[in-house]
């Protein structure tokens, strides 16, 4: 793979698992953002929201890093001089 390819996947890998996180929250606060007669959870979006879109990217950026080394010819040792 070139070095454009690589760059391409580990971004795509990356935006895929920001997605991720973003349903994962998204379940999460079903329901839970504005409830009937009490405020909101102010606690989703100021610690899920970063928690779930942090450890999507993570996951994602690892998942890409992970395709490229499995993807990746294996290098030979050098030509022999003899």
Same mark, same amino acid.
């Given at each position: /793979?070139?070095?454009?390819?690589?760059?391409?996947?580990?971004? *795509?890998?990356?935006?895929?698992?920001? #997605?991720?996180?973003?349903?994962?929250? /998204?379940? *999460?606060? !079903? =329901?839970? +953002?504005?409830?009937?007669?009490?405020?909101? !959870?102010?606690? @989703?979006?100021?610690?899920? @929201? $970063?928690?779930? *879109?942090? =450890?999507?990217?993570? +996951? #994602?950026? *690892?998942? #890409?890093?992970? @395709?490229?080394?499995?993807?990746? $010819?294996?290098?030979? #040792?050098?030509?022999?001089?003899?």
């Amino acid at each position: /793979m070139g070095q454009r390819t690589q760059s391409a996947t580990g971004c *795509l890998a990356a935006l895929a698992g920001l #997605g991720l996180g973003l349903a994962v929250w /998204m379940e *999460l606060a !079903d =329901g839970r +953002v504005r409830r009937f007669e009490a405020s909101p !959870d102010w606690r @989703l979006i100021y610690l899920a @929201l $970063p928690a779930c *879109l942090i =450890g999507g990217i993570a +996951v #994602g950026t *690892l998942g #890409g890093l992970l @395709l490229n080394r499995l993807l990746r $010819p294996r290098r030979q #040792g050098p030509p022999d001089p003899g």
